[in-house]
T-cell receptor, first 116, second 113 residues
Framework: AQKVTQAQTEISVVEKEDVTLDCVYETRDTTYYLFWYKQPPSGELVFLIRRNSFDEQNEISGRYSWNFQKSTSSFNFTITASQVVDSAVYFCALSDTTSGTYKYIFGTGTRLKVLA | KAGVTQTPRYLIKTRGQQVTLSCSPISGHRSVSWYQQTPGQGLQFLFEYFSETQRNKGNFPGRFSGRQFSNSRSEMNVSTLELGDSALYLC????????????FGPGTRLTVL
């Protein structure tokens, strides 16, 4: 079955702390894509990263980094030196061809609160 | 380059009515997807259109339908509205495939009374 689990419902950190958001996925496909999106209070989903199943290299973009481990079916997201502007709901998503057509499955999201 | 636009931004309807939402993708993007976001069910994939054809579909009843025009603009229709259809409806566009990077619009907030 196709599934994305974000076990952390809400995380609160103090500014400048590092924080890791967990994402665990399930799929039977060998080819799939993983994504992270940010949804600030304004409501618009903002794309952060896209990763295909054949690329296990970790990625760093400024204060953001992602750790993709196929062995544990995880795609975790770390924010280094968090800032108040990072406060948002973060969604992990999976796209694969389970049942013959592409589906796009989102996790339930993790609400991150960064306190000044 | 202009982003994804959705109209209207807010809608209030009553049960039994129908509603049409509109989405204009980023110029050059040919894939348009629709999502429903509710506090209880989270973000759920409705369907995806490409070249005026529905290419992928989520698990929603037939009351939810859509179409895409030759200029890639898309509309979503919900007939016989139910209270549970109250949600934020998000549209996203990508260059060609649903697995490409998707860019989301601001959404249409639908309230069914």
């Amino acid at each position: 079955a196709q599934k994305v689990t974000q076990a952390q419902t809400e995380i609160s950190v103090v500014e400048k702390e590092d924080v890791t958001l967990d994402c665990v996925y399930e799929t039977r496909d060998t080819t799939y894509y993983l994504f992270w999106y940010k949804q600030p209070p304004s409501g618009e989903l903002v794309f952060l990263i896209r990763r295909n199943s054949f690329d296990e290299q970790n990625e760093i973009s400024g204060r953001y980094s992602w750790n993709f481990q196929k062995s544990t079916s995880s795609f975790n997201f770390t924010i280094t030196a968090s800032q108040v502007v990072d406060s948002a709901v973060y969604f992990c998503a999976l796209s694969d061809t389970t049942s013959g057509t592409y589906k796009y499955i989102f996790g339930t999201g993790t609400r991150l609160k960064v306190l000044a | 380059k202009a982003g994804v636009t959705q109209t209207p931004r807010y809608l209030i309807k009553t049960r039994g009515q129908q509603v049409t939402l509109s989405c204009s993708p980023i110029s050059g993007h040919r894939s348009v997807s629709w999502y429903q976001q509710t506090p209880g069910q989270g973000l759920q994939f409705l369907f995806e259109y490409f070249s005026e054809t529905q290419r992928n579909k989520g698990n929603f009843p037939g009351r939810f339908s859509g179409r895409q025009f030759s200029n890639s603009r898309s509309e979503m229709n919900v007939s016989t509205l139910e209270l549970g259809d109250s949600a934020l409806y998000l549209c996203a566009s990508s260059i060609r495939e649903i697995t490409d990077t998707q860019y989301f619009g601001p959404g249409t907030r639908l309230t069914v009374l």
